[in-house]
């Protein structure tokens, strides 16, 4: 009788606990990235074939795949598969992790958990800006026109290229001397386009050959030699001509040989995409294409009927990797300074090499913290836990959500508000990227289940009730025991 009460005071214990545990796991079934206790028991040591109670064996967690739920929260992210994200405490900088992706931006702009805990991940090395305007590095409301926004990925590294310029159809004027590039307002404006064109045309063409060797792309150039005919330039019925893509450029005789040569090259000058200039003491006429890589049909160069001598000085060179890339981008900007206006290109790189390593930063996500643009915010996008900031049409790259996963997930060691510890027995964090998808504008959501919570706490209930009644059971026989030895 004495140990049946033993007995049942080790069932109370084991069951007290047990209701603990399942209180908890149904308190916490909307709690985001929760994951459920579950609590195994064992009995006790046995004498002469007679039990001696339970007790608990052990209280683990379960480390299943929680259900994803859909927010449209642009700073939620759910875990599918494996591992947790890296927090760390701003005090201690000690570091924890988390299934909770339900992150904000602070005040000071540093992506972090709901009980203020910074997200850690990777973040660009380095900015590259190229500028018309040193004292302009970071885009304002006078980068009215929207010039590229392009993202480029690769297994080495990834990179946003956002360029921006000034007003050039009101600042483009006409420019130049007669005969040495001139150009009108409206050519200077159809080259600018057409050079945008080409920029993003190399943009795209870089996005699938990101990992070439650089090489710079080359303009193509063309020399027309006009002294061996232009002495017969006397009157009216003479005249100088060319086809340029197909189409023919004509100028007739114009009060001299030296102006005629100038006007031939000013009406070269304002085809889109060329640049010409004549030398009217050697009638030596060079035309220059704008466009790298862009090549040109010049043919059938004639002064009255006589053909002239066309020979390529400088073949177009199409280049390779962010050679051909920046080829292109500084055509754009020259053309841009020629019209009066400038142009601001920034490029963001982070590099993923050695991104195994686990070495993370905390992740800014103000662009005037960033150095970016004068707007202190943009709007946050994560795709597949790389986090961008989008601003007046362009995107820009601020981080890269890292995962970290452990040889034994149940060795972990809860903290409270979601987070986990590593210890010896959970081992050393490790690389989990390849273990996982990141879903943007969605958590996951508790392990527990109303459900099993009910019953398990149903179960516990009785269980406590009958563990009580074996005690006063054995109370009232030991009592009965008693009185019969009186």
Do not use: C
């Amino acid at each position: 009788m004495i140990g049946s009460l033993w007995n049942g005071v080790s069932g109370l214990s084991a069951f007290e606990k047990a209701l603990n545990v399942e209180s908890n796991n149904s308190t916490n079934v909307n709690t985001i990235g929760h994951k459920a206790d579950d609590i195994k028991f064992e009995n006790m040591m046995y004498e002469n074939g007679y039990g001696k109670g339970t007790s608990i064996s052990s209280v683990s967690k379960i480390m299943t795949q929680g259900n994803l739920k859909q927010t449209n929260n642009n700073y939620d992210v759910a875990i599918e598969g494996k591992g947790y994200f890296i927090i760390s405490d701003r005090k201690t900088n000690d570091t924890y992790y988390t299934r909770a992706g339900n992150f904000y931006m602070a005040e000071d702009g540093l992506l972090q958990t709901q009980n203020g805990m910074k997200v850690l991940g990777l973040t660009p090395q380095s900015n590259n800006i190229v500028t018309s305007d040193s004292t302009k590095t970071k885009f304002d409301d006078s980068y009215t026109e929207n010039i590229v926004a392009q993202t480029i990925g690769n297994p080495n590294f990834l990179q946003t290229i956002n360029a921006r310029a000034t007003n050039y159809t009101t600042s483009a004027v006409d420019k130049g001397v007669s005969g040495d590039g001139l150009k009108t307002k409206s050519a200077q404006i159809i080259d600018i386009d057409a050079l945008i064109t080409d920029y993003k045309n190399k943009l795209d063409l870089y996005s699938t050959t990101s990992t070439a060797v650089s090489s710079p792309s080359a303009s193509q150039v063309t020399n027309i030699d006009l002294s061996t005919s232009m002495n017969q330039l006397i009157n009216e019925n003479d005249s100088i001509k060319v086809t340029i893509d197909n189409a023919e450029i004509r100028q007739a005789f114009d009060t001299d040989i030296a102006t005629t040569m100038k006007k031939l090259s000013d009406k070269i000058s304002n085809i889109k995409g060329l640049s010409s200039s004549v030398n009217t003491t050697t009638g030596l006429l060079t035309i220059n294409s704008l466009i790298p890589a862009k090549e040109v049909k010049i043919k059938d160069a004639q002064i009255n009927e006589n053909f002239l001598n066309i020979t390529n000085t400088q073949n177009a060179i199409l280049g390779s990797g962010i050679g051909l890339v920046n080829s292109s981008r500084d055509a754009l900007k020259t053309a841009l300074e020629f019209s009066n206006a400038k142009l601001l290109d920034i490029t963001s790189t982070m590099s993923l090499v050695g991104q195994e390593s686990l070495s993370v930063n905390e992740i800014q996500m103000k662009l005037s913290n960033l150095n970016l643009s004068e707007n202190s915010s943009g709007k946050v996008e994560i795709s597949d836990g790389i986090i961008f900031l989008k601003d007046n049409g362009n995107k820009f790259i601020v981080g890269k959500l890292q995962t970290a996963n452990f040889t034994n997930e149940q060795g972990l060691m809860p903290q409270g508000d979601n987070m986990y510890e590593n210890t010896l027995e959970s081992g050393r964090a490790f690389y989990a990227g390849t273990l996982n998808k990141i879903v943007g504008n969605s958590l996951e959501m508790s392990t527990s289940s109303t459900a099993n919570s009910l019953t398990n706490l149903l179960v516990y209930q009785k269980a406590f009730e009958a563990n009580s009644k074996s005690i006063t059971t054995s109370d009232e026989m030991l009592q009965t025991a008693i009185q019969l030895r009186k």
